[in-house]
């Protein structure tokens, strides 16, 4: 079904800042209007799990002057990074960091046993974000991870299936790995990219660690998603778990973007998953 929220998103990066106003099309979501901006590299400092907002006041800039571009508005969804998050279907003692220090919400996904999907980040940086959005006059009225919201504008157009299915999401630093059994997610992780391995060697040990954990050996489909996906990546994906694949971008879940939007094609998809998640 469908979520009603107010037509702009902003997906938050430590490097950049998108602005999308979303609409309603005859048939799927319209990105009626899209622009990136970007960041200094000293806004944001390397944390355990989010990243601290370091410089509070450059942050505070940009997006008053997102707003002064961008007209009246004065409430968001804002997407934040995927590796900001710890996204798992855990026990809260096994979090890296004092539970007390994090924003915490959950989903429950059964209740016999009981299972939860629980998304946390570091409280004082997503606190801190929120402020400079107040201070522009713009309410912040959903945070969520931004691969999550790419899922949900995949499954909003897929026939309902009970078998295994695989998600990637791939992007320069980081990407996330998830398996969903029906609609149920077995697993959800996000991994640095450190340089040690290349992308396909870890695509290939992800894949193995699926297949001797949860026995995902009769996956129905792969998606991934990210911007610049080449067929090396794609291909990878196909042979590790013998499934087709299925490239994902704006143009599958668009009628129309406003201008050039390849450069961040991948966060504008993740805006239209807001609507349909």
């Known amino acids: 079904m469908a979520r009603s929220f ?57 997006i008053r002057r997102m707003k002064q571009e961008t007209g009246r508005w004065d409430k968001v969804s804002l997407l934040l990074p995927d590796s900001w998050f710890r996204m798992n279907i855990i026990e809260l003692q096994s979090l890296p960091v004092d539970p007390s220090e994090l924003r915490l919400s959950y989903e429950v996904l059964t209740r016999t046993p009981p299972r939860i999907l629980a998304v946390s980040a ?14 522009a006059g713009i309410e912040v009225i959903l945070i969520e991870p931004a691969g999550l919201n790419v899922w949900n504008a995949i499954t909003a157009r897929e026939a309902a299936t009970t078998r295994d299915r695989i998600f990637f999401y791939i992007r320069e630093h980081d990407f996330t790995t998830a398996v969903f059994r029906g609609a149920q997610p077995l697993f959800i992780r996000s991994r640095n990219l450190n340089g040690e391995r290349t992308l396909e060697q870890e695509i290939r040990l992800s894949a193995t660690y699926l297949r001797d954990t949860l026995q995902t050996t009769a996956v129905e489909k792969c998606y991934v998603a990210g911007n610049g996906i080449n067929g090396e990546v794609t291909g990878t994906i196909g042979s590790e778990f013998s499934a087709p694949v299925v490239k994902v971008t704006l143009r599958d879940v668009a009628e129309q973007a406003s201008g050039d939007t390849s450069a961040y094609d991948a966060e504008l998809t993740a805006a239209t998953g807001v609507f349909t998640g």
């Open 122 to 135: 570091v409280d004082a940086t997503i606190s801190a974000i929120e402020r400079q959005f107040e201070a």
């Open 6 to 62: 107010p037509p702009d998103v902003v997906v938050l990066d430590s490097d950049s800042l998108v602005h999308a106003r979303v609409g309603r099309g005859r048939k799927e979501m319209q990105i009626l209007q899209a622009k990136r901006y970007p960041l200094r590299d000293d806004v944001f400092a390397p944390g355990v799990v989010t990243p601290a907002l370091r410089n509070e006041a450059l942050l505070a800039d940009t």
